[in-house]
């Protein structure tokens, strides 16, 4: 399983953002997917995640009204559009499979938001 995420990078506070997640080793279309972030000195966090489908989403509170998260199974890839971003949005975002992590993160990609 290989889980390619890109697209962070340096933003202002109230930026935007959109990362990607290139998937590979599962059955993308059957798997309900969700982007994590882990902040330095903090445990990892569930931020989005979407069913397999593509018709269920569920947003933590913290990024509701300001993140998208979508998919397209053709490419195999999932995506968080980031809105609005704040300082406290910081972190490494890695993408993985949901409920259930697989064993293998990838590196995941860095969001720094400036105030």
């Known amino acids: 399983v290989q889980l390619q995420a890109s697209g962070g990078g340096l933003v202002q506070a109230g930026g935007s953002l959109t990362l990607s997640c290139a998937a590979s080793?599962?059955?993308?279309?059957?798997?309900?997917m969700a982007w994590y972030r882990q902040a330095p000195g903090k445990q990892r966090e569930l931020v989005a995640r979407?069913?397999?489908?593509?018709?269920?989403?569920y947003y933590a509170h913290s990024v509701e009204d300001r993140f998208v998260i979508s998919r397209d199974n053709a490419k195999k890839t999932t995506y968080l559009h980031m809105n609005a971003l704040k300082p406290e949005d910081t972190a490494v975002y890695y993408c993985?499979?949901?409920?259930?992590?697989?064993?293998?993160w990838g590196q995941g990609t860095q969001v720094t938001v400036s105030s």
């Open positions: 979407i069913s397999g489908g593509g018709d269920l989403t």
């Open positions: 080793g599962i059955i993308f279309s059957i798997n309900n």
């Open positions: 993985n499979t949901y409920p259930s992590p697989h064993e293998s």
